[in-house]
């Protein structure tokens, strides 16, 4: 199995950026897809962002589309989610999620195709 741990999460200002990590161990991170949701308080955790193992495939939710950018960086077994022009409505808790199985260009956008989840890194954009 494999273990995912976020960080990067904070308080930022409207419009500002941040860049949350997730970092695996125990497997070789290239093997796994890799993909984010979040939840805010009072929603449902929904899709953000995944990534293919050989990083050539990739989807966004549109809320973030265009804001948002993953990458992973399988040397450092560590996957990224960069965010930029934070609004309030990006104010959640934020998971790293992760599976083995599927082809290379495999990514799923539904939480109950990943079977490895972070704990969560809690970003709060302010006004």
């Known amino acids: 199995q494999v273990r995912l741990v976020e960080s990067g999460g904070g308080l930022v200002q409207v419009g500002g950026s941040l860049r949350l990590s997730c970092a695996a161990s125990?497997?070789?991170?290239?093997?796994?897809?890799m993909a984010w949701f979040r939840q805010a308080p009072g929603k449902e955790r929904e899709f953000v962002a995944a990534i293919s193992r050989d990083a050539l495939g990739t989807d966004y939710a549109d809320s973030v589309k265009g804001r948002f950018t993953i990458s992973r960086d399988n040397v450092k077994n560590t996957g990224f989610l960069q965010m930029n022009s934070l609004n309030s409505e990006d104010t959640a808790a934020y998971y790293c999620?992760?599976?083995?199985?599927?082809?290379?260009?495999?990514?799923?956008?539904?939480?109950?195709?990943?079977?490895?989840w972070g704990q969560g890194t809690q970003v709060t954009v302010s006004s």
């Open positions: 125990g497997r070789l991170f290239s093997d796994y897809a």
């Open positions: 999620a992760a599976r083995g199985s599927g082809g290379s260009r495999w990514y799923g956008t539904s939480e109950s195709q990943y079977n490895y």
